[in-house]
Nanobody, 123 residues
Framework: QVQLVESGGGSVQAGGSLRLSCTASGSTSRTNCLGWFRQAPGKEREWVAVPGTGGGWLHYADSVKGRFTISQHNAPNTVYLQMNSLKPEDTAMYYC????????????????WGQGTQVTVSS
């Protein structure tokens, strides 16, 4: 059984930093790709950072590119999201997501989701 465990959310002032982490346990083949989504109140859930495969290409939403950095480790299967220069617009519930292939994360249909961790950025 796959389980995603998240940590690192919290409240910060604008311009501050946070690092989120998510560790997957269970079937390794089902969690080859770990990425991050977020959902702000009244908005649709959107992906913010998804790693590539093989060649290591990284995908970032335009709104976070240059400020957020995603990294993934194989043992244990863990993904991090380093968030710098945070803005109030970054306030959202952040979700870890996983699947066998990163393509399902890009389309917003991963098989596995974490419970989410709240990130609040104040002015």
């Amino acid at each position: 059984q796959v389980q995603l465990v998240e940590s690192g959310g919290g409240s910060v002032q604008a311009g501050g930093s946070l690092r989120l982490s998510c560790t997957a346990s269970g079937s390794t083949s089902r969690t080859n790709c770990l990425g991050w989504f977020r959902q702000a109140p009244g908005k649709e859930r959107e992906w913010v950072a998804v790693p590539g495969t093989g060649g290591g290409w990284l995908h970032y939403a335009d709104s976070v590119k240059g400020r957020f950095t995603i990294s993934q480790h194989n043992a244990p299967n863990t993904v991090y999201l380093q968030m710098n220069s945070l803005k109030p617009e970054d306030t959202a519930m952040y979700y870890c997501a996983a699947d066998q292939h990163c393509s399902s994360l890009i389309t917003g249909t991963p098989n596995y989701w974490g419970q989410g961790t709240q990130v609040t950025v104040s002015s």
